[in-house]
Each structure stands twice: as structure tokens, then as C-alpha cells.
């Protein structure tokens, strides 16, 4: 888990916020007026430093991203082993065991000191029932305090009570029922008390890599218990971080927020969905009257709340990554395979390969058994179309390297290698500019490598759609090797978009919504980096001769104005170049003509690359850079591209998936 959040990136971007003028101190609903703001960022990591009393779950996470965004990073801990490795992150730990009298006088005053150069204090730890352990420790050190900016206390939607179901938001009074509420409502008023900073964020359950209805059903300890009209609310680890950040971003000292996602639902229809991403069997259901659920357990089934999350939006612009769990325990399956941790069960990626095993009679590769391994497994053939530039070439060997890393983490399909290579076109590159190594093509390396006596591959096409490279160089080349080798086993996975309706079962597996999720990163990456407010976004792609390459565009283009929401005032997709003639007119507009636009003109603009890799057409002095100096918008305005998809984490993961999901290139038709 240690390096989960180090790759996770806030697709969030950001303005300059001003401090409302309200008063602090009161444990009250709320009432705000403050205008919309459309999306949130990362705060300037220059002269920041974060003191995070209690580094536990929700701490560790955000104290990666802190480290990760260049920040100074203070944090407690209670064990000499904890202090080891959150050293070892980059955290200045301050030792806090948890009796008071085992604390040296050293380390108070070290803690104090701290707590005077910090500028931004997050609470994790659990209060008692005398409050704030953390506050009555360091008090008086925090009221002498000149350089704080901003205090995070996490609580939790508890101190609402039970109000049958019914929604529940920042102006609902607070009316703790449990011992554990009680102490939070306690906790919260201490901090609003001392008129620092101080904003309160209430969590419902928290879920993330690890942690939640995936690991539970993974150690047996999952149960599903019906109790009539019964809801949770939860919300994922990473969402949390996000509106940390965005509060950061907008400080208001004295608010309260109800960080929670869009749909509570009951606990047994999100564990029966927990078990279907794992492929294994729900527990039975068990009225609540007859089941064995702990007295704390049963405590949570006590109260029913229907949280609401609109301050979030309309205050913070936040849009969570996860609106619902089911987009986050999907998330978080993925992530966590893909890194090679949780439990052991039934992945989904083998319920595909199953499946496709009864669709085409496959015989599965070797599987890892006890001890060592059955084969080998096969060799990957990552292929790109091609390009003229080292850029390309460079970066389609980071993508093998680091998809093999991946991808051999999954013991249920081992790999032998994955080799980067391309179509057509790189071999003409200077093996000088490449690290002394030529770029190989895929059908002579293919070739080399049977003649060395390897008999099983996967052709993994690293394409966005289904490019006619594919059957008529690839799958022809395969299938005259296999007349030669009858052994030869060879299969090709789908492109990264992809809807085939005999191979997968609906729109979560085609692809086009993780492009559209990458995309909107680097464009948010983008506005954040030239402190842009609201520009106009193109999305541009090559253009295509074939109108099923085309498609693709359009199907990641109607995700884009949701996903972009207010942080774009107008989006338009467009085409680089096109072949005359009206069967070609399905990738219009040309971005030339675009750029051109009145409504266009003059404006901020972020061009949204459609491509994989950096080379002759997306490269910093591309085809794309000159269309956009000749334009009339380039010259009056504000033109920046955003970076190419290239080497995201979910890229990554879509990779593996589609590794998973590889069929005989026999059922590959040619042309």
C-alpha cells in the first residue's frame, strides 16, 4: 500500500480564494450564499507545511499527496516503527504516545516548535470523552501561533443522530446518540472554541484500497443484513483528499461540510456488489432481528441517514471521483490488482478470460501454482502504429516497462515480457537517438522470437480504435506464421476503445469513459498550470480513413462536457487532418477551422491531445503547435495543448484489462 497514493493524481484545478468574513466558534447550521466555484485545486506547495495529528488511513493518504505536491509534511506518531517509515516517506515525525506521561519534555517542546512553523494543521485522532486529546496537548501552543492558515478536523455524520431516513445536511442540528458521536460533537466545538482557522468535515464510512466491502468480503467478515428502508452513506478515501484540498483552496474558517457521495444505500445491495466485482458468492441475507452482529455492529443499524452533499458543489466545485460505490469499489479493485495487492479471490479479469474461454474453446495460459510456475507464460508485443521520432519510441518503452511491471504482479496470468515495439515506421529511427538500441517492428520481432523457440504471445494493439493495421499486417502475419508453426499460440487483445458486443457486457468495459477520464486530467493539469479560468476546450484526434477509428472520437467527445462541467466555458472536438472527398467528412471540423471560430477568437484555449504518444503530430513542435501559431486564435489569444495521454495510471490499467480479455487471433477477421 506504501506506494498506492504517490500515483494517484487529482484531476482538479484552481483559482485564488478569499476567507468569508463569518463568525467562528459555533456549533450551528449553516447558511451559505457563497457563488458557485467550478472546480478546485492543488494549494502552492511554496512555504506550506501540513501538521497531521494521527498519520492512520485517511492521514497516510493525504500525507502522500502533500509530499508528492512538494509540501513539508509534519505528522504523530505512537510507535517506533511507524516513525521509521514515515521518515523513510519524507514525514518529519513527532513521537505522541498515548499516555501523556510516556512523552519526554524534549518531545513536547519539539512538537510545540512545530506547531509554531506550520501553516496548515489537519485532525485525524480520535477524541475521548473529555474531547480533543490532540487540542488539550497543544493548546497554548496553537494560540500563540502567527503563520496558520487553515485547520481540518475530521468528525463524523454521527453527531446528526437518527432521523429516519430522512435527508440530512450542513443545517440539520446535531443530536449525537452513541457514546462515539457525543464525543465528536464535543471535539468540534473545542476546535470551532479556540476561533483558529478551524473547518469541520464530517465522514460517513470511508472506503479505499484495502479497506471497506472489498476487503471485508475478501476476509469472510462481510455480512448482508436487511433492515426495512435502512441506508449508509460512505465515502472513498481519495474524494476525501480532493475535498481537502479544495477547502484549502477556499478557506472559510467556521464551515462545515458532509463529505459523503451521492447514493447511500443499504449495506447488503453494496456488499452483494462488492461480491460480484470479486467474483465470488453474497453471504446470505439475514433480517437484522436475527442476525449476529456485534453490539457495534448493530449500533450503526440504529441510526439511518440520507446524507446530502450539495455544499461540497456548490461552495467548493467539487466533483467527486466517485460519485457512487460503485464507481469507487470498481476503482478500487482495480488499483489494487493492479499493484499486486489485497487478498486473494477471484478477479474479475479471470471471470473475462472464462468467459471468452466458453465463447472460443480457449485453453488458458499456465497459471502460477504453489511453489513455482506451470510455463512461463507468454511474451507481450506491445504495438504502436508507428512514428518517425525517438520521442515515440522512448516512450512506448516506458509504457512496456511499465505495464510488464504490472502485468506480472498478476499471478493468475503470468507474463514472460513485454516488448515495445511498432507496426511500421520507427525502424527508421537513429539507434543513436534511441540508447544505442533500434526500434523493433512487430512482425519481424514476432518472427525472431518464434525462431528462438517461443510459442506463445499476446499482440497487445496500442491503438485508440480498430486501426486497419491491425488485420491487415498483424493478424495476416500471425496467421501465416501459425501455417508454418502449428503449435504457435497467438492471441490479440482488443484496442483501447472498443465495442464489441460479444466480448463484453456492457458500456464499463469499452474504454472510451477511462480515455475520457485521462483526458480530462490533462486538461485539468493544464488549466492549473497556466492559471487558466474556464477556456474553451478542443479535443483533437489525427483523424481517421476509416469511420469505425472516427467513432471513437465522438463516443470519449459526449463524455467530455460532463466530466469538464463549469471548468470549461465551451467544448468542441475537432480532427488534425482529414482525406478530401464527402466519405471522409465524419472527422470534421478540422482544428484548423476551428481556431478560426468568432466565438473562439481572442479566447483562452486548451487543445485536449487525442494521442497516445509525443512525435511528429502531438510533439512540442508538431503539426498540431503549427495549425495552432498559423491560426487566427493562436495569435489574438491564449492557445495551450495539454500533454498526450501517454504513461497515466489509468492508461495502464485499461492495458491490463485488455491483456486480460485477448482472443485466438484466429477469431481476429482479416481484410
Known amino acids: 500500500f506504501s506506494s498506492m497514493t504517490s500515483i494517484r493524481v487529482c484531476a482538479a484545478v484552481a483559482a485564488t480564494a478569499a476567507i468569508s468574513a463569518i463568525a467562528w466558534g459555533q456549533l450551528q447550521p449553516q447558511t451559505v450564499t457563497t457563488a458557485p466555484r467550478p472546480v478546485v485545486a492543488h494549494v502552492a506547495s511554496e512555504g506550506k507545511a501540513m501538521f497531521i495529528f494521527g498519520l492512520g488511513y485517511t492521514g497516510d493518504c493525504f500525507a502522500r499527496e502533500l509530499l508528492a505536491q512538494g509540501w513539508k509534511v509534519y505528522g504523530t506518531v505512537r510507535s517506533q516503527a511507524s516513525f521509521e517509515r514515515y521518515t523513510k516517506l519524507g514525514v518529519v515525525c513527532v513521537m505522541l504516545p498515548e499516555d501523556v506521561s510516556q512523552q519526554t519534555p524534549e518531545e513536547v517542546q519539539a512538537a510545540q516548535e512545530t506547531l509554531h512553523s506550520v501553516t496548515h494543521i ?14 488539550a496537548r497543544f493548546q497554548a501552543a496553537l494560540k500563540t501561533t502567527t503563520k496558520l492558515q487553515w485547520v481540518g478536523y475530521l468528525s463524523t455524520v454521527g453527531v446528526y443522530g437518527d432521523v429516519d431516513g430522512q435527508r440530512v445536511d450542513e443545517s440539520t442540528p446535531v443530536n449525537p446518540k452513541t457514546q462515539r458521536a457525543k464525543r465528536r460533537v464535543l471535539a468540534e466545538k473545542q476546535w470551532l472554541d479556540t476561533r483558529l482557522p478551524v473547518h469541520i468535515f464530517r465522514l460517513p464510512g470511508i472506503y479505499g484500497p484495502l479497506r471497506g466491502p472489498l476487503e471485508k468480503v475478501r476476509s469472510g467478515t462481510a455480512r448482508r443484513v436487511l433492515k426495512e428502508g435502512h441506508v449508509f452513506s460512505r465515502i472513498h478515501v481519495d474524494d476525501i483528499v480532493l475535498v481537502l484540498w479544495a477547502s484549502m483552496a477556499r478557506p472559510r474558517p467556521g464551515a462545515i461540510y458532509n463529505v459523503a457521495d451521492d447514493l447511500p444505500e443499504a449495506g447488503h445491495v453494496v456488499t452483494e456488489y462488492a461480491c460480484g466485482l470479486l467474483g465470488v458468492q453474497p453471504p446470505p441475507l439475514v433480517a ?37 460505490y460503485r464507481e469507487g469499489l470498481k476503482a478500487q479493485l482495480e488499483e489494487e490488482q493492479r499493484l499486486g495487492v489485497g487478498a486473494p479471490a477471484q478477479r474479475p479479469w479471470n471471470q473475462a478470460l472464462k468467459r471468452l474461454q466458453s465463447l472460443f474453446s480457449l485453453t488458458p495460459f499456465p497459471k502460477k501454482v504453489t511453489g513455482r510456475r506451470a510455463g512461463p507464460g507468454p511474451t507481450v508485443l506491445l504495438a504502436d502504429n508507428g512514428s518517425v521520432r525517438a520521442a515515440s519510441a522512448l516512450n512506448l518503452r516506458e509504457i512496456a516497462s511499465q ?19 511498432s507496426v511500421r515506421w520507427s525502424d527508421r529511427i537513429n539507434a543513436d537517438q534511441l540508447g544505442g538500441r533500434k526500434a523493433p517492428l512487430t512482425v519481424p520481432m514476432l518472427t525472431q522470437l518464434i525462431e528462438q523457440g517461443e510459442r506463445q504471445f499476446v499482440l497487445l494493439p496500442f491503438f485508440f480504435g480498430p486501426s486497419a493495421s491491425i488485420p491487415e499486417i498483424l493478424v ?6 501459425q501455417e508454418q508453426y502449428p503449435d504457435l499460440d497467438v492471441r490479440m487483445g482488443p484496442s483501447l476503445v472498443c465495442r464489441c458486443p460479444f466480448l463484453f457486457e456492457g458500456p464499463k468495459h ?14 485539468l493539469e493544464t488549466i492549473l498550470e497556466r492559471g487558466l479560468t474556464a477556456p474553451v476546450v478542443v479535443l483533437v ?4 480513413p476509416q469511420a469505425a477509428v472516427g467513432r471513437v472520437r465522438n463516443y470519449v467527445a459526449e463524455k467530455m462536457p460532463a466530466l469538464l462541467g463549469d471548468a470549461a466555458s465551451h467544448f468542441v472536438e475537432a480532427s488534425m487532418e482529414r482525406r478530401d472527398g464527402p466519405e471522409y467528412a465524419f472527422n470534421d471540423p478540422l482544428l484548423e477551422v476551428v481556431l478560426e471560430r468568432p466565438e473562439i477568437v481572442g479566447r483562452d484555449v486548451v487543445v485536449a491531445l487525442m494521442f497516445l504518444q509525443p512525435g511528429k503530430h502531438a510533439g512540442a513542435a508538431g503539426d498540431i503547435a503549427g495549425i495552432i501559431d498559423n491560426s487566427t486564435a ?8 495539454t500533454n498526450v495521454i501517454g504513461t497515466h495510471p489509468k ?8 491483456y486480460a480479455q485477448s482472443v485466438p487471433v484466429a477469431a481476429v477477421p482479416t481484410i
Open 541 to 544: 484526434d489525427h483523424g481517421s
Open 403 to 421: 505495464l510488464e511491471a504490472v502485468l506480472t504482479k498478476d499471478p493468475a496470468r503470468p507474463v514472460r515480457a513485454v516488448h515495445a515495439t
Open 634 to 641: 493562436g495569435k489574438t489569444g491564449r492557445v495551450f495543448m
Open 288 to 324: 437484522f432481528e436475527d442476525s449476529d452482529l456485534t453490539p457495534m455492529g448493530k449500533s450503526f443499524y440504529s441510526e439511518s441517514r440520507f446524507m446530502t452533499n450539495d455544499l461540497l458543489k456548490t461552495e467548493l466545485g467539487v466533483q467527486l471521483r466517485y460519485p457512487t
Open 651 to 658: 492508461l495502464l490499467a485499461l492495458l491490463a484489462k485488455r
Open 122 to 135: 489537519l485532525v485525524t485522532a480520535a477524541p475521548t470523552d473529555t474531547g480533543d486529546p490532540m487540542l
Open 510 to 523: 469499452y474504454g472510451d469513459d477511462v480515455i475520457a477520464e485521462i483526458l480530462l486530467d490533462r486538461i
Open 476 to 481: 495476416k502475419a500471425v496467421k501465416a506464421q
